[in-house]
């Protein structure tokens, strides 16, 4: 998706390369919150798996490209919250887009399902990823993946958010969400990748529970 990896690899402010120790760490906590994530939630997951059934036809759970670390596709996983064939409906809204730059964004948008409105603000929709955390795709924290047509129309400077892992949970996540237009976004992202640290990362975990049943919109 990236045309040249290396474009935006040299950028001296910031300090990408961060000890072994903090990667190490980092994904050892990965690995072992997932799990417990996976397990101690299993019952909502199911619970919430049956309601969007019963809810909307198509399946309980989708996959949608994102991209990842280096600018590599992966399959992000979500509850679905919207009807099936939702991206094909998105042409006829984009005239109705109240979100800057590449993003799409509509609070009331025609495509939502009742369940989906309720797991969308509340951030259940998200609980899959976990999945993806697990296969290293995905960390707990860092920025969130955007959409392969969002990347395209990225600066070089907004390209270097994709020299980290995505994350579940990023600035962006626990200071507004739907409330901050795109290239604030972006900055969030970029400050997160300059200040990363395993304080940091707690920090940002320990304010997404605070936020978790907010109406900050969802992503």
Do not use: H
Not at 121 to 149: C, W
Request: contains cysteine; proline residues 5%.
């Amino acid at each position: 998706m990236v045309e040249n990896e290396d474009e935006y690899k040299n950028e001296d402010e910031y300090e990408y390369e961060k000890t072994i120790g903090y990667y190490f760490f980092k994904r050892a906590g990965d690995i072992l919150f997932s799990l417990i994530g996976i397990i101690v939630l299993s019952p909502v997951m199911f619970i919430v798996a049956a309601a969007i059934k019963l809810d909307s036809k198509g399946p309980a759970i989708f996959s949608q490209v994102r991209i990842g670390l280096n600018g590599k596709p992966f399959k992000m996983y979500k509850f679905r919250s919207m009807v099936s064939g939702a991206e094909e409906l998105l042409d006829k809204l984009k005239d109705k887009n109240e979100m800057t730059g590449p993003m799409f964004k509509m609070k009331e948008d025609p495509r939502v399902t009742r369940v989906g409105r309720f797991i969308r603000k509340t951030s259940l929709d998200e609980l899959p990823q976990l999945f993806n955390v697990i296969k290293g795709e995905m960390s707990l924290v860092g920025p969130r993946p955007n959409l392969p047509r969002e990347v395209l129309k990225f600066t070089k400077r907004q390209r270097m958010k994709l020299m980290v892992k995505p994350g579940l949970t990023c600035y962006w996540q626990v200071m507004g969400r739907s409330n901050i237009d795109f290239d604030d976004w972006m900055k969030l992202d970029l400050k997160y990748i300059k200040d990363r640290n395993t304080m940091l990362d707690l920090k940002l975990i320990f304010k997404t529970f605070k936020v978790f049943f907010g109406d900050d919109g969802a992503r």
